[in-house]
């Protein structure tokens, strides 16, 4: 089967319904997923829970609930599923840390965030978990402004430009998100068997061109709506913290360079606004908030 995300035409032996099917089998791929058996080196925890072993082109990834999952050369990406395996599951690392690093490996930065294209000028969302970078662009979707990317946003720079690479259409969302949004939590499937969050598909609306980076806002909590200005090494502080690569922390920076982590940070910071976006936790106050980032993002 064939597909493809991030402007790459992807083979795979597994189904990945998140993904744009495409029609022309004859295609050469950029990248292969398929199964098969893995002998790999010694594993370390990591900072999120993973076990894994990292080189300069290659990264080995484990996960108790799936399997071993070797991510290579930009290229490839090897499954190697436990025994009686839920595909369901199973996806959600392949499409989530193995594409991360896999998009790593091939020279894009990446931010652990949503992004969205708000009347051609890119915008994205990064923060920790809970503070809304689904729901804000489920929000914006729903307003009309079509999705870029979710949860694995890719940077390509051209002559000093940032751009968002289109990916997949999903948008996970919480319950209590899902009815903020006026949808039906029970029409929508579940991400994971065991967790209440949904995904909502749109591949059918996705961006499929390069998007140039307007704008980064870096979520957080506060008592009432807000955005402020970062200084340059504070707006670099948070970039680099909501990098994807630094899920993985000491084993990436020491095998995948650090100065390149930097220097991408550093170019972003330079040519693309960051600002700070704080937000209570009352879902009651979302529409305000989308129309304050309709309204922000005009004048930029």
Known sequence: MFFSAYGLVIQSDFFLPELALKSDNQCHPDIKIYQSKLQAP???????????????????????????????????IVVDPIDNFDEQILRIFVLGAAFGLLLHQRGF??????????????????????????????????????????????????????????????????TDSVEALGLEAQNLPKVHPNFEKREYLINESLVTDLVPLKCVYILGGAEELTIESLSPSEA??????????????????????????????????????????????????????????????AKL
Not at 58 to 72: H, M, N, P, R
Request: positive net charge; glycine residues 6%.
């Open 42 to 76: 010694e594993l370390h925890p990591t900072d999120s829970n993973i076990l894994s072993a990292i080189s300069q082109d290659s990264a080995y990834l484990y996960w108790s609930e799936a399997g071993t999952i070797l991510v290579k050369e930009g290229k490839q």
């Open 109 to 174: 930065m990446i931010l652990h965030g949503n992004s969205i294209n708000i009347k051609g000028k890119g915008v994205c969302f990064i923060g920790n978990r809970g503070f809304g970078k689904s729901t804000i662009s489920a929000s914006l979707y729903f307003k009309g402004y079509p999705i870029v990317s979710d949860d694995v946003t890719a940077i390509k720079f051209e002559n000093s430009q940032a751009y968002l690479v289109p990916g997949y259409g999903r948008i996970k969302l919480w």
């Open 236 to 297: 670099l502080f948070k970039i680099m913290q909501n990098c994807y690569c630094t899920r993985f922390c000491k084993q990436m920076y020491n095998t995948l360079s650090a100065v390149e982590h930097f220097q991408q940070s550093s170019s972003l910071v330079k040519h693309t606004n960051v600002f700070a976006l704080k937000r209570t936790n009352d879902l009651s106050s979302l529409a305000k908030l989308t129309e304050l980032i309709e309204e922000h993002i």
